[in-house]
């Protein structure tokens, strides 16, 4: 019997393994393993991630995602901050459990201090509940962007006035390029405004968001971007409210996403009384959401007051919004998003079929 020997290669994007196998004469020929032998876990860098992501169904594996939680086949424990040692960071960490994939999985992001600009990263571990052994390592950042806004699509998908035509997208960051991308095809928008403070004096970064969608307009004050809005995703990394008052002229559907300032909040916490609260995860998110936590604080809101998540509105089982008054979607992002979309990718690069 022959003897194999496997040689790990790096190669930027993904590591591998090669088998080495001895012929005659002492030479030995190279045969990339076949999907069958591969070994795992796969180590997939950004740049491969970023390769894959035209690949993957974000809105398909999240909604399959948010299905099993409803129907009590996922788990998704509390989130878990770590500080570390002398104030040199911390981490935060993001669990889950599909069952129906028989895949488990934490992302990792940590905040490293430093005397520049802190280091914030995120990497998911995927794993199997069969083998108990794991299957992948990946670069998080790009995905946790696209989990994010497929989360906000979904939102808009079940809680979008049936005729709003109208959307405007506050910030135009990664994220918020990612929320154009999402939401761009899931109504026949007549307008699509965009606007962010950077894009006044930044001609190239203009031209990126406008070149998006040919619906695209770039505006120059926030009251232009919101008025007449029936759709609001706010895509900022602001601590404190982005909407005020007078600035909105009919009630529309409002998204807002989590920063790490502490209770960060894009809109007043005394309108969440007045609206149609939604959220992507009830049994997580008010604890979390600055908004939410602070309307309950000052302003007797209770969390009882949410009419629906995400679980519950793609299994049919949530209330629809009234759409006489602003209603409003919270995500926090959730441990079993990230594990998903990470599941999505490991089908993608490890050449299994996606069903």
Avoid at 35 to 64: C, M, N, W, Y
Avoid at 159 to 179: E, K, S, T, Y
Avoid at 243 to 267: F, Q
Wanted: charged share 20%.
């Amino acid at each position: 019997m022959q003897a194999i020997f496997k040689i790990k290669v790096q190669t930027g994007l993904f590591d591998f393994r090669i088998a080495l196998t001895p012929i005659a004469g002492n030479d030995v020929e190279s045969r990339p393993m076949s999907s069958t032998d591969k070994e795992f876990p796969l180590i997939v860098q950004q740049d491969a991630v970023r390769k894959a992501l035209p690949h993957l169904d974000v809105r398909g594996a999240l909604t399959h995602m948010f299905l099993s939680l409803a129907n009590d086949s996922a788990v998704q424990p509390p989130q878990t901050f770590t500080p570390f040692p002398q104030g040199a960071g911390d981490f935060i960490t993001y669990l889950g459990v599909l069952a129906d994939a028989k895949v488990f999985g934490a992302k990792m992001s940590p905040y490293i201090v430093t005397e520049a600009k802190p280091v914030i990263t995120a990497w998911t571990a995927l794993m199997s509940m069969e083998t108990g052994q794991p299957l992948m390592w990946c670069d998080a950042g790009l995905l946790t962007n696209e989990r994010t806004a497929g989360a906000t699509a979904l939102a808009v998908e079940h809680l979008a006035a049936p005729d709003a035509r109208r959307l405007a997208i506050v910030g135009a960051g990664a994220v918020g390029q990612a929320h154009l991308r999402h939401l761009a095809p899931l109504r026949a928008w007549a307008s699509i405004n965009v606007f962010s403070p950077e894009l006044a004096s930044n001609e190239a970064k203009r031209a990126e968001v406008a070149a998006l969608d040919e619906r695209v307009r770039i505006c120059t004050h926030l009251d232009e971007c919101v008025r007449d809005a029936d759709v609001i995703a706010l895509c900022t990394s602001s601590g404190t409210p982005v909407l005020s008052d007078n600035l909105l002229t009919k009630p529309a559907l409002i998204t807002s996403i989590s920063t790490n300032v502490a209770n960060a909040h894009e809109i007043p916490p005394a309108w969440i009384q007045d609206m149609d609260v939604y959220c992507d995860y009830r049994r997580t998110t008010p604890a979390n959401a600055g908004e939410m936590k602070l309307a309950a604080q000052l302003h007797d809101w209770s969390p009882e007051s949410v009419l629906g998540d995400l679980p519950e509105l793609v299994s049919g089982r949530a209330r629809k919004p009234s759409w006489r008054r602003h209603v409003f979607f919270r995500s926090i992002g959730l441990g079993l998003e990230d594990v998903a979309i990470a599941y999505a990718l490991f089908r993608h690069v490890s050449g299994q079929p996606i069903s």
